[in-house]
């Protein structure tokens, strides 16, 4: 029963993106219903809290992944490249603004 109400809690709220307090709040319905110790729901709720946590990394690291595919498959400059262009940008300006100060 304990399984099953875990699996649901992951699957139904969303792991990724439960907090804190919601799990907390779960755990405590939980242990009330199943009379879980003291001990095994800080213990369930720990695990709760990592898996969320772990969910939480693995979607920011996907986000992150097709943000960038997405972007090498525009043509995009990352925000890198674009730094270098604009450091040449304004070595090239200053370049022409002095040769002109130095026609003149």
Known sequence: MLDLAKRVILTG???GLVAKDKIDEVVERICEEN???EEESRKL???LLDESEEARQ????L???TTNDICAGLDLPSRQEYSK????VRTLEK???KASNDVS
């Open 13 to 15: 709220v969303g792991l």
């Open 35 to 37: 009379e879980l110790t």
């Open 45 to 47: 709720a720990k695990e």
């Open 58 to 61: 693995r979607l920011t690291d």
């Open 63 to 65: 986000v992150k992944k």
């Open 85 to 88: 262009l604009e450091k040449r």
């Open 95 to 97: 370049s022409v603004q």
